[in-house]
């Protein structure tokens, strides 16, 4: 009975092991978030820093991923990936592009008049680094 489990538990070692599931840098797209030139503005408590992921090409609907960071100032470095997904079950994977948006509400939602927001990235594949991004203010 000893010899299944083990035999399960080296199988299921080393199939982690050849997707990369150990390593996650390669579950994650990194970058940095800058301000464009002139784009610099005073932050306020309640401002709130929105990083989507989409997959590529996508128009609408909620994003493959999202992560909220609070009291930061740009650049700030960032890494999002299967830890931050929204639909459980589904996978951080394929060609993604990463959006960001600095909320003066704080809320969630698309970005307004005295928000900052970036363009997508270029389509990428987790594992990707140097991704970064540039806000800039929302007319």
Known sequence: MRVPALLSAA???????????????????????????GSERALGGSD???????PAGSQGGPPLAVLKMVGVKPPVAYRIGQDDVVMPGTWF????????????????GAPVKGDLDSPPSRPVEPGAKGVDLELRPVP
Not at 11 to 35: E, H, K, M, Y
Not at 97 to 103: N, Q, T
């Open 11 to 37: 199988l299921l070692f080393v199939a982690l092991g050849a997707s990369g599931c150990d390593d996650p840098d390669t579950q994650t797209v990194q970058g940095t978030i800058r301000f464009a030139p």
């Open 48 to 54: 709130a820093l929105f990083i989507t992921a989409r």
């Open 93 to 108: 994977r394929g060609k993604i592009e990463v959006r960001a948006v600095l909320r003066k509400s704080g809320f969630v």
